[in-house]
């Protein structure tokens, strides 16, 4: 974390949600809902991490952990938050888990007009591998990127 900040990252519970939201809806053109956060927290094999500057939300990860492959479905800073490293450290949090728990490959979908965050994974070893033509809604193409722990 930039300047040594004092930071804390623990698993989201129903009642972070209204946080996660706010964040949520300030980040994303079509923003997850309420409902699929909900799901997230039900579903075994996802994990919604939160990382916190004392009480205050600063971002969030959520991923989901399968037979030896982590997922990245959603990654989000709190725009006051920006280029402080809370994405980073809340990857490297989750990077550290799932090595524990023998992850051999890591993937995301990420948009090709987002350069900032395929610059967050480029800097953890995530290459991009393919293009998923007219990914989102809007028609916006998605990078496939892949981790490769062997390789990592
Ligand atoms: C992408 C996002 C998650 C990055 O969060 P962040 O907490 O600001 O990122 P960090 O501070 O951990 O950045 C770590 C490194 O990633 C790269 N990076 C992050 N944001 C960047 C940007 N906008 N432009 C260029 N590089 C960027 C840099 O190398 C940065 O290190 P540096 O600040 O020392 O240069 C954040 O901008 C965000 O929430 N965007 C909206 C939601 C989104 O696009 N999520 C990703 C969906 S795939």
């Not at 300047?3 to 989201?12: D, K, L």
């Not at 037979?67 to 920006?82: F, K």
């Amino acid at each position: 974390m930039q300047n040594g900040e004092n930071y804390t990252i623990r698993p989201a519970e129903i009642s972070d949600l209204d946080g996660i939201l706010s964040i949520e809806n300030q980040c994303y053109p079509n923003p997850w809902s309420r409902t699929l956060f909900e799901k997230e927290l039900e579903n075994p094999v996802s994990t919604v991490n939160l990382l916190f500057f004392g009480d205050r939300l600063g971002g969030y990860l959520c991923s989901w952990f399968i037979c030896g492959e982590l997922q990245i479905l959603n990654v989000a800073t709190s725009p006051a938050c920006r280029r402080r490293g809370v994405a980073a450290a809340l990857i490297s949090h989750v990077f550290e888990r799932s090595l524990k728990q023998g992850m051999e490959e890591a993937f995301l979908e990420v948009r090709v007009g987002n350069l900032g965050a395929q610059a967050l994974y480029s800097r953890f070893g995530f290459k991009t591998v393919s293009c998923r033509e007219k990914y989102y809604s809007d028609g916006e193409d998605a990078l496939l990127m892949v981790f490769e722990a062997s390789k990592g």
